[in-house]
């Protein structure tokens, strides 16, 4: 019903910036929010930003000041642009959306990307 898809991850050495960005594609009435969460090995997934469709933004405290999430609402898409990088911000960073879809009728649910690779190299 709905699809998400990632890119920009890749690798960069600490103090370096990426951006990435997750454009979300399907049978899509409306988004209510999206945002960013990540998963380093061994721990557990975590919010890192997220952006709801009133403009509402919500930033983990170890990234506020450094990373800035943003939408584009015609292309459905979401940004994370991440500067100053830390070793510590290594991690597979997953988009998240939740969406109201059709489907015979319309339907409330989340869904998930496959996620990308960040790795800051110190």
């Known amino acids: 019903q709905v699809q998400l898809v990632e890119s920009g991850g890749g690798l960069v050495q600490a103090g370096g910036s990426l951006r990435l960005s997750c454009a979300a594609s399907?049978?899509?009435?409306?988004?209510?929010?999206m945002g960013w969460y990540r998963q380093a090995p061994g721990k557990q997934r975590e919010l890192v930003a997220a952006i709801t469709s009133g403009g509402t933004i919500n930033y983990a405290d170890s990234v506020k000041g450094r990373f800035t999430i943003s939408r584009d609402n015609a292309q459905n898409t979401v940004y994370l642009h991440m500067n100053s990088l830390k070793p510590e911000d290594t991690a597979v960073y997953y988009c998240?959306?939740?969406?109201?879809?059709?489907?015979?009728?319309?339907?409330?649910?989340?869904?998930w990307g496959p996620g990308t690779q960040v790795t800051v190299s110190s």
């Open positions: 998240h959306g939740d969406f109201i879809y059709y489907s015979g009728g319309t339907r409330k649910g989340d869904y």
């Open positions: 399907g049978s899509i009435f409306s988004i209510n929010a």
